[in-house]
DNA sequence: ATGCATGCAAACACTTTGCATTCTC
DNA sequence: GAGAATGCAAAGTGTTTGCATGCAT
């Protein structure tokens, strides 16, 4: 599902919202990222101010979370403390995430089972879905590997969580 | 899984922790709660408040977190903004969350195979399984029947959100 | 022209932390 | 007795909101 500034605005208006600049950046800012990665509004403020683009970080907040209600962008909630956001996916490209409570390194993985499962229960009930996710809490090797829970530093981290964003 | 102020002293204590009175009554009334209902750590504060147990809102915190990394509780990311806990229940009681965005009512469904799926991932990437969560973000039926998301007054919920916690 | 969207700053809710004290092992 | 855990208050974080202004429709 690739957006256009056209598309985008078909579809705001439909429900009596509004194509701006703004949205307009933002949405670009998605579609160029790379599969796989996924912003907080802080890192997609920051991202924008690298393309010298002023928008205030209010704006950034009202924006990832229209575009997610509307099933635009998805909104991760992963184990970090703050959401994450990237471009929803169409089925072949749906995926799930683990996450290590030690030092928050995420994977991906797919899975398309999950996502017919989730319609069917949907369906069940009367629901309509806009999106399913599916967050596996685990740890990871290398922390089972330095005896977690009960020798590890309370401020050790795994090293590859350097990985996250 | 139930446990006892034995079996909980005996888990923490293979950590290096220890059973304090505060964390033996948070897993009472977590133990004593109706299957399917979460507390909030601030939900939880008053329900001990409720039953005369002075214990601070940190602690409450500190111990539900704590609780949570060992596995004893299971820690639930809706969509309301704050974090919500349950008692971790082994496979046959594991489930799942369907949630509108319109009105944040949840419902819970069950199903093994999710579980199992996980579990496959987790081995096959060497990491040990905590917890799986598959959250379906939806729009509940009376929130389509009202026209979502355009003719939707905007601080319009769906009458059943009552029901949430 | 209407009224939705923006930007700013201030407010917010939830959660974490430092430190002295208390209690478990 | 050593060190973990608590309680308090204060600080922190990510996020939301009120309001005047600007802009898309």
Redesign the pocket.
């Known amino acids: 599902m690739s957006y256009t500034a056209d598309s985008l605005?078909a579809e705001?208006?439909a429900r009596?919202?509004?194509?701006?600049?703004?949205?307009e950046k933002i949405l670009n800012i998605f579609q160029n990222l790379p599969e796989g990665e996924h912003l907080?509004?802080?890192e997609l403020h920051h991202r924008l101010e690298e393309e010298k683009e002023?928008?205030?970080?209010?704006?950034?907040?009202?924006?990832?979370?229209?575009m997610s209600r509307m099933g635009i962008l998805r909104e991760l909630e992963l184990a970090e403390?703050?959401?994450h956001y990237e471009l929803q996916q169409a089925s072949p490209h749906h995926h799930h995430h683990v996450v290590c409570v030690q030092c928050n390194r995420t994977i991906e993985f797919k899975n398309d089972s999950i996502l017919k499962q989730s319609l069917k229960q949907c369906e069940k009930e009367g629901f309509q879905l806009i999106d399913c996710q599916l967050t596996v809490t685990t740890i990871c090797p290398e922390a089972i590997r330095m005896g977690w829970p009960s020798t590890l530093p309370s401020n050790w981290a795994c090293t590859r969580s350097i990985s996250l964003a």
Not at 16 to 23: I, K, V
Not at 54 to 65: A, F, G
């Open positions: 605005k705001l208006n009596g919202w509004r194509l701006t600049p703004q949205r907080s509004a802080e002023k928008i205030s970080l209010s704006t950034v907040y009202r924006s990832v979370k229209l403390g703050h959401k």
